[in-house]
């Protein structure tokens, strides 16, 4: 059987793409996901639905904006929040953004994800921060989106989402239900009382733990 590192980049994309949207994450036409590719990024069409987009409607433009002639689709309308992304985090293979139900309810209440639970540290900070508000699609949003995730791979975007880098797209599909289903713990947890949230001491702790995990 072809390895998922073996599949060409438009048949693995639109895998993942598919499995963001039967987890719940990517729901009608919110969502886009893209893949790091030479000379640029591969990235879902604007207004594109899962069940109904194919191999020939992704989008293979530079990080800088251009797109080939003879495209075809337009990309995402939030294609220049992922190629800030790739330009400035190398380690970044591939984006997920999405509009998954509890981490838009924690967006819209413009939090962030605290050290309530060490899982957490699983996205390279003690915190998932949430960027203030901009209108979608634009430059400032990017530019905003940077800022909020400082050294983490995943922030949230106020109103909007959640945004998560990774290596690969497999990793970015698992980081992005992990934070989903964090989102919704701390979401239960804070309506029940408050959250008692971790030490500097314990977060470090945990990320030692982690080093040798798995």
Known sequence: MTTPERDPPRRRLLAIYRQAAAAGLIGGQSGNLSLRIEGGMLITPSGARAETCTEADLVAMALDGAVP???GRRPSSEAPMHAAIYAARPAAGA????H???????????????AFHYMV???GAAEIACAPYVTFGTPALA??????LGQA????LANHGMIVHAADAEAVL??????ETLARQYLLAAAAGTPRLLSPTEIAEAVERFKNYG
Do not use: E, Q
């Open 174 to 179: 698992a980081d992005a239900i992990l934070l």
């Open 153 to 156: 791979r995943a922030c949230l």
């Open 143 to 148: 530019a905003a989106c940077l800022a909020a």
């Open 69 to 71: 002639p003879g495209a």
């Open 100 to 114: 998954s139900d509890a981490a838009t309810a924690l967006a819209c209440l413009n939090r962030g994800l605290p």
């Open 121 to 123: 540290t699983r996205f």
């Open 95 to 98: 984006i997920l953004h999405a």
